[in-house]
């Protein structure tokens, strides 16, 4: 049974900065790229940051680029998200996902954490 688990989030003001974390079990974490997501209430699930399988490609979706950092530890199975500069419209619930190499769909997906950001 495939398990992505988030941590990491919280309350944090304006400017400030938090780190995500997501753990994988329950498949070969290195098959796989891994991707971050979020969603606010009352909008659509947006797409953050994806990383590949080996960490040599990363991108971004236009909201976060400059200001957050998709990494992984194929070694813990982890991939994190460091999120600085955060602004109250980054507040949603982020989840991580992960599609298999050479998919862009993405077949397994986290609870989900929530980030607040307050002005």
């Known amino acids: 049974q495939v398990q992505l688990v988030e941590s990491g989030g919280g309350l944090v003001q304006a400017g400030g900065s938090l780190r995500l974390s997501c753990t994988a079990s329950?498949?070969?974490?290195?098959?796989?790229?891994m991707g971050w997501f979020r969603q606010a209430p009352a909008k659509e699930r947006e797409f953050v940051a994806d990383i590949s399988w080996n960490g040599y490609s990363t991108y971004y979706g236009d909201p976060v680029k400059g200001r957050f950092t998709i990494s992984r530890d194929n070694a813990k199975n982890t991939v994190y998200l460091q999120m600085n500069s955060l602004k109250p419209e980054d507040t949603a619930v982020y989840s991580c996902a992960a599609r298999r190499i050479g998919n862009t769909n993405y077949e397994y997906w986290g609870q989900g954490t929530q980030v607040t950001v307050s002005s």
């Open positions: 329950g498949l070969t974490f290195s098959n796989n790229g």
